[in-house]
């Protein structure tokens, strides 16, 4: 790991690799979810990062600067071909090594409120400040409350918690993510449609998830009435069960007119409308611009994606740890805004 004067540089491709054993063309597979890897790999990178992240505090026998530990606590990977939180993940070391902090990363079990509990209480112990992906469970706000009360600073990331006493929630406004998408849809098929459209939720755990949700039904029922919504089970943000639930549910649905997918999962549901002949046949609205999403955009599989600019959130959630610290106050910082994307204006 380089050092200058006990000053943390960037994290290399080349540092992961050696330490993980791989290829770096490997580890930029696992860190941006591009192509197949096997779990095996995915699991050494992320050690492998993980131990670069717990080496990064600054040290020198001349030159001693003030340093903060700032832990991040993600899912692990549910989806086969990208993982939304290691782009999260890969923008926080960009950011980080900006900024005179310790930033350890730490991946829990999806969905597992339990595990998310427990590492939140191991990991406030040497804690300055934890953001982390929420979870909506009695658990879950219990550890955040007695987090808070040993004066750790505590935010959330991308999905906000209710009933406890966190300091800040940083990600896009969900509410307006759903409805905005109920505005394309409803544009798109027109006032007079009349017809179905298939709703897959990641998990109703997710705060987030269950905002977009009331956003999207709240808007289409107002304005597009006779569109009727169809709810689908939890996929959990993977890619094989949304692409199974969908032809189990939705195959030979005539008057299907629409997706909404809320959260993980657009690769499998892309691949169930493809193998039904129906990439063209409906309307295809998903959330997060990656590089599969962005082919199937093109292609026309997906007519609108819902994004969020996870540099901003990643620099955002180390400001205002610091602010909390230094200052004891959230700074004003610009809110992440719910971006659009159609075929036309993807860069």
Do not use: W
């Amino acid at each position: 790991m380089p050092m200058i004067l006990g000053v943390k540089l960037k994290i290399t491709l080349k540092d992961i690799a050696a330490e993980a054993g791989v290829s770096r063309a490997t580890v930029d597979r696992v860190l941006n979810g591009r192509g197949k890897v096997s779990q095996y790999t995915i699991d050494r990178v992320n050690q492998a990062v993980e131990k670069f992240n717990n080496r990064l505090t600054p040290t020198s026998a001349s030159h001693v600067t003030t340093s903060y530990n700032f832990d991040f606590i993600f899912p692990t990977r549910h989806s086969r071909l990208l993982d939304f939180y290691s782009r999260q993940i890969n923008a926080i070391h960009q950011i980080c090594g900006l900024n005179d902090v310790n930033v350890r990363i730490h991946r829990v079990e999806a969905f597992q409120p339990q595990l998310l509990a427990d590492k939140l209480l191991e990991v406030a112990q040497d804690s300055h400040g934890i953001a982390f992906v929420a979870l909506e469970h009695p658990l879950v706000r219990d550890a955040v409350d007695t987090v808070i009360n040993q004066n750790v600073n505590v935010i959330t990331l991308v999905n906000d918690i209710s009933g406890t006493d966190r300091h800040a929630y940083i990600g896009i406004d969900n509410r307006a993510a759903g409805r905005t998408a109920a505005h394309i849809m409803g544009r798109f098929l027109g006032k007079n449609a009349q017809g179905k459209i298939g709703l897959f939720i990641g998990s109703h755990a997710y705060l987030g998830h269950e905002e977009r949700e009331s956003g999207f039904r709240s808007l289409l029922r107002a304005q597009y009435p006779n569109l009727q919504i169809i709810e689908m089970p939890e996929v959990l943000d993977n890619d094989d069960n949304a692409q199974q639930i969908f032809i189990e549910s939705l195959k030979g649905t005539k008057d299907l007119l629409g997706i909404y997918n809320i959260g993980g999962g657009t690769e499998g549901i892309a691949q169930a409308l493809k193998s039904l002949n129906m990439e063209h046949e409906c309307v295809f609205i998903a959330h997060e611009l990656f590089e599969h999403t962005r082919a199937h955009l093109v292609t026309g599989t997906i007519d609108a994606i819902i994004n969020q600019d996870l540099a901003l959130e990643a620099d955002n959630a180390i400001k205002i740890l610091r602010s909390r610290i230094e200052n004891n106050s959230i700074i004003n910082l610009p809110k992440p805004k719910v971006e659009v994307y159609f075929p036309e204006n993807i860069t």
